[in-house]
């Protein structure tokens, strides 16, 4: 399956914090997309990352991939409560955008 | 721009009855992408269409059904309708396959009694 898989499955941190979430996948891809949702509302599109870059940056976030160990990391800094929401990973390949489950992050005022 | 927008935010049916959602892409995307959300299986990915010609298709039963037309909108109908089709159903627009992000509307609750 081309399927991201995140970990870990929740996590909670203190507002000010950095949070890292952590995204493993099994083929080859074109790129690989982080998503953040609120609670029952529709996906957001954070960052793209193409296989040939090894990291980047969008304002407080910060994705790296690495392509030989098939990973990537989502990097927050400075959390706020606002960050409060479900990420998800999304490789792309050959096949149609494919989902991981999740991170649940918590931000606690 | 105006954004993805989905028809209805909200839905009541009963088992056995059919349902027909709807969503508009941003103007300019030619493919919509859907997928099914529930807090067991997670994002699951239904069809996705581009230029009115269904180019993937998730492993979902026939009951699942999609169409896209000329103005890229794009509607999906699930017929004689289980409780386990009880989902957050999205849709997603985008350039292309996979090639930049995609944009996804707020959803249509579905529930199933």
Not at chain 2, 72 to 81: A, C, G, K, P, Y
Request: proline content about 3%.
């Amino acid at each position: 399956s081309q399927q991201g898989e995140e970990d870990p499955q929740a996590l909670s941190i203190q507002e000010g914090e950095n949070a890292t979430m952590n995204c493993s996948y099994k083929t080859s891809i074109n790129n690989l997309q982080w998503y953040r949702q609120n609670s029952g509302r529709g996906l957001v599109h954070l960052i793209l990352i193409r296989s040939n870059e090894r990291e980047k940056h969008s304002g407080r976030l910060r994705v790296t991939l690495d392509t030989s160990k098939k990973s990537s990391s989502l990097l927050i800094t400075a959390s706020r409560a606002a960050d409060t929401a479900s990420y998800f990973c999304a490789v792309s390949g050959n096949t149609p955008l494919v989902f991981g489950k999740g991170t649940r992050l918590s931000v606690i005022a | 721009k105006a954004g993805v927008t989905q028809t209805p935010r909200y839905l009541i049916k009963t088992r056995g009855q059919q349902v027909t959602l709807s969503c508009s892409p941003i103007s300019g995307h030619r493919s919509v992408s859907w997928y099914q959300q529930t807090p067991g299986q997670g994002l699951q990915f239904l069809f996705e269409y581009f230029s009115e010609t269904q180019r993937n298709k998730g492993n979902f039963p026939g009951r699942f059904s999609g169409r896209q037309f000329s103005n890229s909108r794009s509607e999906m109908n699930v017929s004689t309708l289980e409780l386990g089709d009880s989902a957050l159903y999205l849709c997603a627009s985008s350039l292309g396959q996979g090639a930049s992000g995609y944009t996804f509307g707020s959803g249509t609750r579905l529930t199933v009694v």
